[in-house]
């Protein structure tokens, strides 16, 4: 009688683990995303992308304060950083006036620290229209994320 169930209990089991196996597989290649409590949709606004260092540095050498990341093998340079989307328009637009075309760019961080500190900086940014502020502001901004996240 245990015998008439143990060949579709052994196939149920194999299909188990190779369904398991493969579903599980496709889940490696995906980009992880920061998961906390406390993990914030930030704005970053993008000056450009470069194939190397030489030329992102040659390009960004009229802005006091930047940063960048390599994804990809490309230099990918910021010059302003918010948690308000407002915020990241008003800072467009600031270096619009200068001439220099930006990107928008969205990415989810939960660094405690300097999302406590950035949320302290968007307060002053939302009640200035001043360009020299906004520049202070920004160059702050950066100087801090330097400082605690890279």
């Known amino acids: 009688m245990m015998k008439k169930y143990l060949f579709p209990i052994f196939v149920s089991l194999i299909l188990g683990v190779f369904m398991a196996y493969f579903i599980i597989r496709q889940y490696e290649d995906m980009p992880t995303l920061a998961v906390s409590a406390e993990a914030e949709t930030l704005y970053y606004i993008q000056r450009g992308v470069y194939n190397d260092m030489d030329s992102m540095t040659n390009s960004m050498k009229d802005f ?20 308000n ?24 961080t939960d660094n405690d620290d300097f999302i406590s500190i950035l949320k302290q900086y968007d307060e002053l940014l939302t009640k200035t229209d001043d360009n020299e502020s906004i520049k202070v502001i920004c160059n702050q901004v950066l100087a801090k994320y330097e400082e605690l996240v890279k």
């Open 85 to 108: 989307k407002e915020n990241a328009l008003k800072i467009q637009n600031y270096y619009k006036t200068l001439g220099y075309d930006t990107f928008l760019k969205d990415k989810i």
């Open 64 to 83: 006091t304060h930047y940063i960048y990341n390599v994804e990809d093998n490309q230099y990918y340079a910021y010059i302003g950083i918010t948690t």
